[in-house]
């Protein structure tokens, strides 16, 4: 009897380890949600304004702003889709041997490569917002 349990809390700590990657997931994908939406909140007062070429520009940004943002959401959700899969595999006692443990490696490997990239893409969005911020400051210098 108390070997099943051992075997049990052992099994429900190796879970925790892809649930904590899961629970960051979700936060970034948190994150980029409320980014997107800055950017849609943007893009709606520039479509406003008088059209000149420093406003197209910015709204040629933001249009890359948000595709590599979109790319970085694919990558998460993805990752968080392969971290769910890790944790059913820990979970599946009847899958078990060297298929089962090959999987789990992909599936939650997979999911750290994933959350690596998502995060690339985030850092390559984030430098194209300093880049937005600069110009618009520069807009605003040339307007007063």
């Not at 060297?98 to 999911?111: H, P």
Request: charged share 15%; aromatic share 4%.
């Amino acid at each position: 009897m108390t070997h099943d349990l051992e075997a049990a809390a052992h099994m429900v700590q190796l879970a925790l380890t892809p649930v904590f990657l899961l629970s960051a997931t979700a936060t970034l994908l948190n994150v980029f949600a409320a980014r997107l939406a800055r950017i849609a909140d943007r893009v709606h007062s520039l479509s406003h304004e008088n059209p000149d070429p420093t406003r197209d520009q910015l709204l040629g940004m933001l249009r890359q702003r948000s595709r590599v943002l979109e790319i970085a959401v694919t990558l998460s959700a993805l990752s968080g889709g392969l971290t769910c899969v890790a944790v059913l595999l820990l979970f599946l006692d009847e899958v078990r041997g060297t298929a089962a443990a090959q999987l789990l490696f992909i599936s939650f490997g997979g999911a750290i490569v994933l959350t690596m990239a998502a995060l690339a893409a985030f850092v390559t969005e984030v430098l194209l917002a300093a880049r937005v911020i600069r110009l618009t400051v520069d807009r605003h210098a040339r307007t007063t």
